[in-house]
């Protein structure tokens, strides 16, 4: 078997306000391989007292349609994973949470993404006066059941987040129930 | 709540032989929204007579390190889902399936990538003769407890494999046990 090295060379070959699109040349004189570099994502699975989950709905640029999703976004310099995910909540939701764990990550695309996944499991929900949903986005309140079901049907398709489910049900979090 | 939409102008300003970048303009005089395009991928959850997972240990430039993941790849031009699954298959771990079966698909990442991840069950496995792995690709069989185990510990830790395996689980088609 080959022994795995390290690229001879990176370079940033464009530049967004999101990510920069590196080339790594693994081999002198070979096609560099392509990858994004990009601050890592965390995502929060917030548990109501009532035992539902707190999603989102919107429309994505990147797919152009609605999804279904769990709060998330971009872990902002200077911010740890759990700040981060308690920031989405408040901004995505306009719910706080008296707790939250933060997982061990995880890599979103080990092919084409260099940064990991953060999995936040929050309770101690509670609705934050005057502050609504970000504009665009429509909070759905989901039964364990009834998460488990739009994900094995499909509705709940963000695979990062299917992800994090099963890492808050392996680690206890998460109720595992059959659907 | 806004009304969604599509974007008015979407370029490709950077080109790869995996993937294009695309700058989508949403409004007029907005920055672009970027993302990549490219082809859906498969992977593939390959369940042997003893109850085993196939698994591929590999070293992956995008995070520069060695990873434990599902046999997986891009789907090729005119290739189905199960087609390019049961390839990669054979071309990571010398396997053949005799038995393939094709769940609702998923999204890698909503907010980066543009295309579709298509879980694979696979059973019937027989090793191909003359059929070695890829150059760098070491097989590794575990158990269903195990596989659970390295997920909980973030040893199997490739997010969008991870997705699989819960949706594989709710499906029916992988055993969901506590570990």
């Known amino acids: 078997m080959s022994q795995p090295k390290s690229p001879i060379r990176t370079a940033a070959v464009f530049h967004t306000q999101w990510f920069d699109l590196l080339a790594k040349t ?6 560099p391989y392509y990858s ?12 109501t007292a009532d ?19 769990l709060p998330s976004g971009l872990v902002d310099p200077g911010e740890t994973p759990a700040e981060a995910a308690l920031r989405e909540l408040l901004e ?13 990550p995880m890599l979103p695309d080990t092919g084409r993404l ?4 953060w999995s936040c499991v929050a309770t101690g929900l509670s ?10 986005i429509e909070v759905v ?10 994900t094995a049907d499909g509705e709940f398709d963000h695979a990062l987040h299917v992800a994090v489910i099963l ?13």
């Open 141 to 150: 309140a989901l039964t364990v059941p009834e998460l488990l079901r739009a």
């Open 36 to 47: 994004l570099r990009l601050p890592d994502y965390a995502a929060i699975v917030a548990l």
């Open 167 to 179: 890492l808050a049900q392996l680690r206890g979090k998460f109720p595992a129930m059959a659907i």
């Open 92 to 104: 995505e939701t306009g719910y706080q949470a008296a707790d939250v764990e933060v997982l061990t």
């Open 51 to 69: 035992g539902r989950v707190l999603c989102v709905r919107q429309y994505r640029p990147a797919v152009e349609r609605w999804t279904l999703e």
């Open 114 to 117: 260099g940064n990991r996944i």
């Open 26 to 31: 693994m081999d002198e004189g070979d096609e």
């Open 127 to 136: 609705r934050v006066e005057g502050r609504e949903p970000e504009d665009g």
